[in-house]
């Protein structure tokens, strides 16, 4: 078995017994990039010669007896975090000449315990997008099969990992934008609870719902990275300010008497019979080990796509407005005075689903509507909030598809927005509570596409989320990458 077909946890503990080198695992998956990413298309910037000297750099402290965490694990980066040195486009023509001056707070967590940053990989523009097609650069494949989309917005994190060009990365989710890439990519993604990972450094889309988190090719993966980057940080005035367990210690203890709830709802019209019946098989697997399974209602689920996309808008209109052309970002060439400065560099700067959504928002936001409109959608976000409040009081976690389908054809939603945001109607329920939630590979449909589960867990309850997603795991075969 080659560096880069093992699992995360496997390449991470040969690293730490010194049985091969960071530079061995780093060239290993440069060549995997040089050998699969003109078709899948996942990275949009491979610094090989950085990061081969970083991966030098951790063997050298190796031999000296010091070496962090990761141990040389190489970690790909989503497009929208902060690195010194390196472009930091969002997808997007607007910041396509962007170098951050500083690194975001997970990536000094990351270079203080070790990793190879390897590249930086795509996502839809400004992380608005479900597809990995909304990129102004490129389009993403999904890497088991390259008609399909590999999810979105961190369509890249997934297709990287999936097709085993990084045992890691980082993506960031808004409303599911780390679990529906790892559902369709057949890899472990994981949104931390709201406040548990500090977002300076994150380009923002919707403050009150973005989050940082990883993606690996099995639980420990995760729990390793999202052992790393947790935690205060007094930049970020939502970071919460309380202690991270050690997720590791406990991964392999099963939970004695798991609760389980799952909605009724979440089972009905719409549903792929293919999904449907992975994700059963996997709820039996559950009641074999000895869970309970209860039946729990979220009654106001129904309106959690329209409360999503106001919310998310209205703040996606109000942190775009930066980028104007002279505070921020793409400017226009001639304008003719300062309101066509405007309209050109936004106009030529974003792209048609920004601008889509930047619209909503701004018409959500303005005077007369407000109170209809985005207030009202404050409203009942605590409603959905609630639910989720009631619920955890009778189950420990609660289970769920990922996604209504596996993954879909490239194009095959484009023209159909509203189509396209229903692919994250089992995810942005867990954004807008401020919840964690993570995705697990639980099988394949009849085309050999991967179908993801999803388990939710209560506020800073990511230890029992990842222990209980363990339990699941421990009991499977290994998923693997996507073959070449």
Known sequence: MSLTTLPTSDLHAKLT????????????????????????????????????????AIDERRAKGTVGKLAGLPVALK????????????????????????????????????????????LDEFAMGSSCENS??????????????????????????????????????????IRLPAAFCGVVGM?????????????AFASSLDQ??????????????LQTIAGHDHRDSTSVDRTVPDYLANL????????????????????????????????????????????????????????YYIVSSSEASSNLARYDGVHYGHRGEKPVNLVDLYESSRGEGFGDEVKR???????????GYYDAYY????????????????????????????????????????DDPLAMYLMDIYTISANLAGIPGISIPCGKSSAGLPIGLQLLAPVFEEERLLRAARMYEATQPSFGVAPA
């Open 252 to 307: 392999d203890t099963p939970l004695k008497g798991l609760r389980i709830g799952i909605v009724p709802e979440y089972f009905g019209a719409g549903l792929d019979p293919e999904v449907a019946e992975a994700v059963r098989k996997a709820i039996d697997v559950y009641r074999g080990l000895g869970a309970e399974v209860r039946e729990v209602h979220l009654p106001h689920t129904k309106y959690c796509v329209a409360v």
């Open 212 to 225: 940082i988190g990883p993606l690996a090719t099995d639980v420990r993966g995760a729990a390793l990275t």
């Open 357 to 367: 959504r930047i619209m909503l928002g701004t018409y959500a936001l303005s005077s």
């Open 79 to 122: 497009d929208n975090l902060c690195t010194v040195g390196a472009p930091c486009t969002c997808a997007s023509r607007m910041l396509e000449k962007f170098v951050p001056p500083y690194d975001a707070h997970v990536i000094e967590r990351l270079r203080a315990e070790d990793a190879v940053l390897i590249g930086r990989v795509n």
């Open 375 to 414: 207030n009202k959608a404050l409203k009942v976000r605590r409603l959905i909030s609630d639910d989720f409040s009631k619920a955890f009081a009778d189950v420990d976690v609660i289970l769920s598809p990922v996604s209504p389908t596996p993954a879909f054809r490239l194009g095959e939603l484009s």
């Open 136 to 177: 102004a650069f490129k389009k993403t494949a999904n890497p088991w099969n390259l008609t399909h989309s590999p999810g979105g917005s961190s369509g890249g994190s997934g297709a990287a990992v999936g097709g085993g060009m990084a045992p890691l990365a980082l993506g960031s989710d808004t409303g599911g934008s």
């Open 191 to 203: 949104k931390p609870t709201y406040g548990r990972v500090s977002r300076y450094g994150l380009v």
């Open 17 to 56: 017994r010194g049985e091969v080198s960071a530079v061995d695992v780093t060239q290993a998956y440069l060549d995997s990039i040089a050998a699969r990413d003109a078709a899948v298309g996942a990275f949009l910037h491979v610094d090989s010669e950085g990061a081969l000297a970083q991966a030098r």
